[in-house]
């Protein structure tokens, strides 16, 4: 006989048969249909699928073990680690504690680290924002800044935001303490110390948000990259944030026509953090809209030759910036308040196999 039993033969049938057909449930059937975001996400061709991860969550041992599983993420942002106010707390006192939190379980688990970020307007310390420098001072100010951060995690970050969020949603570039003393070549020197202190393989990389659709301010970047690009000025991509609203979201095409605009520059674009906030409360309706947004944004990046990744901005709901910073609106991310994948994760699961 050649197979012992029938149940043997009913396990083996499905290999052998030309179109198999898998049982529909059970733990073996549920890991070959969902491997992990990464894992599918580099079957289809991207170089990573990625999260950020927060400090003040790393004493939840079932998040961590999530966060640090390649099969998942493939990369990892610090969400807040490596900013200013925490890198360099009093002038030329560098702390890389926050940072190395995340930075160190990331490269032990062999997932790639994008770092976040050299220059925003946001979360700077009081000793830079509460006394009046002049242009020379801050110029040095800013070159010392990246270069002891630079050559702090010199190999360690595939990409670095270099800069953050400078324009406004008019095109107009942000009225901030940068623009305001050093003037717009401030973002022109960010690049330049970048690429002096980083490793010569770091990508360097532009990050903003609002700038998902071809509008004033992405094709404001645009105008100014392609300058860059034309002078030689270090910019080797380009990070659309995508934090978007169920309902209010960028379609694909919308998102890749923006992510067309620098690869015709000949750029490196990505997805740098994705996450898809509802008007609460929830429901079932919303969830299945979330997840349509979701799949749609990151076949976006599939589907653009330019586009190497996407990182979502947690991965967890109760950790997400958006209730605190957004009341009413919560619910962005894959997994829900139970740690349990919600319907996002399975349509992007389902999207990057169909690919
Ligand atoms: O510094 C305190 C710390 O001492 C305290 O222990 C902790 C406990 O709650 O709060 C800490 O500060 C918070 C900080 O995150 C670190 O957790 C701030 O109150 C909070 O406002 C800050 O929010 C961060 C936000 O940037 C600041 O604008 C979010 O976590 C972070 O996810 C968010 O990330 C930004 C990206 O960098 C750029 N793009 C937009 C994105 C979302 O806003």
Known sequence: MKFASFSVALAVLPFLSASPTYPKSGHHAERNKYPGLDVLAKRAGLLYFGTAIDNVVLNNTAYVTIAHNRSEFGQVTPSNGLKWMYTEPSRNVFNYTMANEIIKPAIKAHQIRRCHTFVWHNQLPDWLTSKNYTKPELIG???????????????????????????????????DLWLQTIGPEYIELAFRFARKYTSPWTRLYYNDYGIERVNNKSLALQKVVKDFVKRGVPIDGVGLQAHFTVGRAPSYNDTRS????????GLETALTELDVRVDLPDTAAKQKTQADVYAASVKACVDEESCVGVTVWDFWDPVSWVPSTFPGYGNACLWDDALKRKPAYYAISDMLRDE
């Open 141 to 175: 100010i800013l070159e010392n800044h990246i270069k002891h951060e630079a050559r702090a995690y010199y190999d360690k970050c595939y990409a670095w935001d270099v800069v953050n969020e400078a324009f406004n949603d008019d095109g107009t570039l942000r009225d």
């Open 258 to 265: 923006a992510l067309n605009l620098f690869t015709k520059l």
